[in-house]
């Protein structure tokens, strides 16, 4: 058996695998988070509920990224070289830390605000306001510009060898310090707070409120909503695991530059990328109220669909008996 030839062959296949992934990526993340923002912005209570905001905030930075990130990124390892500018280059590198930086602050801030609706559900009234809310959202975004934006110089276009590619243009001292702060800031901070707030929410479930007793529909919503945010949550910090692990092996291990580790970096994007294509699933499995308004937003654009069908064959069928009548007058009027 010719092993040359049946590595060579996987090799080519590659490129064929990682574009399907990326695409499918693509197709599922933006159906799915155009869908969750048509159910948001339907839902009349979007504007009073402040879950419902930040989930609008955080369906956004997904779409975001799905759009101006993923295609990008799956031409690269596709062509294997950088083919859409320099401006693009850093632009494309801004993005993919703004949104992923607004991603887990805004699952932070839904963090800190499901603890108050819940451990503190009186006295949180006057803070968890639609006011407050969007200001919370407004400075998650502005956080995120802000340890993003040394990634607007961090990448530049450059010439290797005749090959055109868009890579890190730092020194490397520098490039160790802004990437440790990214996993610092952008990963390790977010999850931590992640982990008390909602080991403290489920602490007081469990002990300070009997299951039993308390069988409000108020206190159910507030559980299967925080249900929900932790899967969510628990996912990001998942899917975005092994990218960082990744780089922090780079710096601080041995990390050989050969197909393996290639490999590696492949995978560990296609999993953090597909993180933006989660969030629309999970909503459907575990929220009643998202199933109904993903079945709405179906059953809408189905009845558009058979009312335009009605409608072109009414059209049709009217077209059809005014050209029979105007034959039928110009036939009478030639046998006259």
Not at 21 to 47: D, E, T
Request: proline share 4%.
């Amino acid at each position: 058996m010719n092993f040359s030839s049946v590595d060579s062959s996987a090799r080519r296949a590659e490129p064929v695998l990682v574009s399907l992934g990326f695409c499918l990526i693509f197709l599922l993340g933006i159906a799915g988070n155009c869908l969750v923002l048509a159910v948001l912005c339907r839902n009349g209570q979007m504007k009073t509920k402040t879950t419902n905001m930040f989930l609008c905030s955080l369906a956004a930075a997904d779409l975001s990224f799905i759009l101006f990130c993923v295609p990008f990124q799956a031409t690269v390892y596709t062509l294997d070289r950088w083919v859409f500018g320099p401006g693009l280059c850093r632009a494309v590198h801004l993005l993919i830390f703004l949104t992923m930086y607004a991603s887990i602050f805004t699952l932070t801030a839904v963090s800190l605000d499901r603890y108050l609706a819940i451990c503190f559900p009186l006295r949180s009234r006057q803070m968890r306001t639609p006011r407050n809310t969007l200001a919370s959202i407004c400075l998650v975004w502005v956080l995120a510009l802000v340890f993003s934006s040394p990634y607007l110089s961090y990448y530049a276009q450059m010439d290797l060898d005749g090959t055109v590619v868009c890579i890190p243009a730092w020194e490397p001292r520098r490039r160790v310090i802004m990437d440790v702060c990214t996993f610092i800031f952008g990963y390790l901070v977010p999850v931590l707070v992640l982990g008390l707030t909602y080991a403290r929410i489920v602490r007081y479930l469990w002990t300070r409120v009997d299951p039993v007793t308390d069988r409000s529909e108020s206190r159910q919503a507030k559980r299967k909503v925080t249900k929900m945010i932790i899967i969510v949550a628990a996912l990001f910090c998942l899917c975005w695991l092994p990218h960082h692990l990744l780089i922090l092996w780079m710096w601080f291990g041995h990390f050989p530059l050969n197909h393996a580790t290639y490999i590696l970096r492949v995978l560990s994007h296609l999993v953090a990328y597909a993180n933006s294509c989660l969030n629309p699933i999970v909503y459907a499995l575990v929220s009643k109220h998202f199933r109904k308004g993903f079945r709405k937003a179906f059953g809408c654009s189905m009845k558009r669909s058979e009312a335009n069908r009605v409608h072109a064959v009414q059209v049709a069928n009217t077209v059809s008996s005014v050209e029979t009548k105007a034959s039928e007058e110009e036939a009478a009027s030639t046998s006259t």
